[in-house]
């Protein structure tokens, strides 16, 4: 089998060996020219230049002798948007392919749809967790009624991420996992319905690392348990990278008198790096010369003298 690394394939680019070498590719038998030549022409008649069938087919070998593989990669590009999507689809289950899309990828894409995912938003879900695009569409239902059971309603931007940690943790491991950031943050049961609501992924999180963050807010920096609650984006934050060298440049801040009005945490943890660095940063250059230094320092998971307050 001989391919060409440029533009779309062509019939007299195919070369065949008619020997039984021919079938000692990986994955693949006999009778490639009856089987993978014609599936190769179809997917060069779709418009996929010869060097994205070459990775396809090193990646899923025995997966294209089928002939229905032109048709469900054809309909995959399209709801992956992407080619490199679809390829990172394909690393996680080879099998994406092969799976029948009348009975179980579309029937599974309209149950999304049904839910008020806009398409693009299907393909981050499938991206994210591949397995929803293969599963028996039942258990897609199932999963949809888990997820409206944390009381996220369809059509809500966040339903996406509740269909995703359904899906990541099981039906059968919420209430457990409910239970433990309940425990973990101190809430009551208003509370962690509407953190769960408001930030679905917090149940896909392991429990150490909740476990530190709750401890981190609560404990170091003396956030409410309620005040959580309200924003639990804070607990996706990454502890080292986010939460704590900020909450260091903010004490530090306060420490030496260099806010000139009331900056409170969360402001300053939701902040993209450029505003941070240009509102409260860069113009204390003068006054806290190190304190970018210092900053950067703190991201790195160290303590500078500077950010230990009495």
Same mark, same amino acid.
């Given at each position: ?24 590719? @990986? ?84 149950? &999304? ?10 393909? /981050? ?57 309940? /425990? ?66 903010? /004490? ?14 969360? @402001? ?8 941070? &660095? ?33």
């Amino acid at each position: 089998m001989k391919l060409d690394d440029g533009g779309p394939l062509r019939s007299t680019s195919i070369y065949v060996p008619h020997t039984p070498a021919a079938g000692s590719l @990986t994955g693949i038998g006999p009778g490639v020219e009856t089987t993978l030549a014609p599936v190769v022409l179809g997917l060069a008649g779709i418009g996929l230049p010869n060097s994205n069938i070459a990775r396809l087919l090193s990646l899923v070998p025995s997966r294209f002798r089928r002939r229905y593989v032109v048709s469900n990669l054809q309909y995959c590009l399209l709801l992956y948007g992407s080619y490199e999507n679809l390829l990172r689809a394909l690393k996680l289950n080879n099998r994406l392919l092969t799976y029948s899309l009348e009975r179980i990828i579309k029937p599974n894409v309209a149950i &999304m749809r049904d839910c008020g995912i806009a398409d693009c938003d299907v393909a /981050k879900l499938i991206t994210a967790m591949p397995t929803m695009l293969t599963i028996n569409p039942e258990r897609v239902r199932v999963l949809v009624a888990c997820a409206q059971g944390l009381g996220v309603s369809p059509g809500s931007p966040m339903f996406r991420h509740a269909l995703h940690a359904v899906a990541f943790i099981g039906e059968e491991n919420i209430s457990t996992k409910v239970d433990y950031l309940k /425990k973990t943050f101190r809430w009551s049961d208003d509370e962690v319905r509407m953190a769960v609501c408001k930030a679905p992924l917090l149940l896909t999180r392991s429990k150490d690392t909740l476990q530190s963050k709750s401890e981190f807010l609560i404990s170091q920096v003396g956030l409410e348990p309620a005040y959580i609650a309200h924003r639990p984006v804070m607990i996706s934050l990454s502890l080292q990278g986010r939460l704590r060298p900020r909450y260091y440049v903010l /004490k530090f801040l306060k420490e030496k008198g260099l806010l000139h009005h009331n900056l409170c945490y969360y @402001t300053i943890v939701k902040m993209t790096e450029k505003v941070l &660095m240009e509102k409260h940063i860069s113009p204390r250059s003068e006054a806290a010369p190190h304190l970018a230094q210092d900053y950067a320092a703190a991201c790195r998971g160290e303590v500078p003298a500077r950010f230990v307050f009495a």
